[in-house]
């Protein structure tokens, strides 16, 4: 089973589009990220849920908003797409924990969306 | 920014250890070392964690120094399947806090 999942894997879009991006985790984490990874291979948090709360938003413009329905799913929709958009998407999850020795907060990734705006 | 620092490649010969250094002089006290992997085209993985003591689990061995200003990271009998991106990463241990993500380390493994 897989514990964390996206789709679509790919997902090609003209620019000015409006399009989502699905993540859901199966292994009953309570927080959830989004990365971004670039052209130059820089990965980037965007944003973190707890408890369907959001608990990072990084500089990212407001056409991006995640939502979180629940504590298994955290989506990313993006309006009016650009070309420098483009770039691979990562869906994270974690359990929080104080136990340093665990592997809680240990964050797993899934597989990715790359995205194309052209 | 990220606080570490790597070199930008590494060699390694399969069957061999690979030992992957990292800087991270400006580490606070509650700050963790934490290390991830991507192999080309997937998501990143974890590897291993630690505070100040050395830490060993299935996939590698963690040596952070005596003043925590800098670590190993060791995969004892390197393979094909360990060519990929490294990261160090440091962090605090709490509740949905975000990996800052440097340039990595890529480690090519070749038989």
């Known amino acids: 089973d897989t514990a964390v999942s996206q789709t679509p894997k790919y997902l090609v879009t003209q620019m000015g589009n409006d399009k989502s991006i699905k993540c859901e985790q199966n292994?009953?984490?309570?927080?959830m990220y989004w990365y971004k990874q670039d052209s130059k291979k820089f990965l980037k948090i965007m944003f973190s849920?707890?408890?369907?709360?959001?608990?990072i938003n990084e500089t990212v413009p407001n056409r991006f908003s995640p939502k979180s329905p629940d504590k298994a799913h955290l989506n990313l929709h993006i309006n009016s797409l650009e070309l420098g958009d483009s770039a691979v998407y990562f869906c994270?999850?974690?359990?929080?924990?104080?136990?340093?020795?665990?592997?809680?907060?240990?964050?797993?990734f899934g597989p990715g969306t790359r995205l194309t705006v052209l | 920014d990220a606080k570490t620092t790597q070199p930008t490649s590494m060699d390694c010969a399969e069957g061999r250890a690979a030992n992957l250094p990292c800087n991270h002089s400006?580490?606070?006290?509650?700050?963790?070392v934490y290390w991830y992997r991507q192999i080309h085209s997937q998501g990143p993985q974890y590897i291993i964690h630690?505070?100040?003591n050395n830490e060993t689990n299935e996939m590698a061995s963690l040596i952070i120094t005596e003043d925590r200003k800098s670590s190993t990271l060791i995969l004892p009998h390197a393979t094909l399947r360990d060519t990929a991106v490294y990261y160090c990463?440091?962090?605090?241990?709490?509740?949905?806090?975000?990996?800052?993500f440097g340039k990595g380390t890529t480690l090519s493994v070749s038989s």
């Open positions: 994270a999850s974690s359990q929080t924990s104080q136990r340093s020795r665990s592997s809680y907060n240990e964050q797993f």
């Open positions: 630690g505070l100040k």
């Open positions: 292994l009953g984490h309570d927080t």
């Open positions: 849920y707890n408890n369907k709360e959001l608990i």
């Open positions: 400006t580490i606070s006290g509650n700050e963790y």
């Open positions: 990463i440091v962090r605090l241990n709490q509740a949905g806090t975000a990996l800052i």
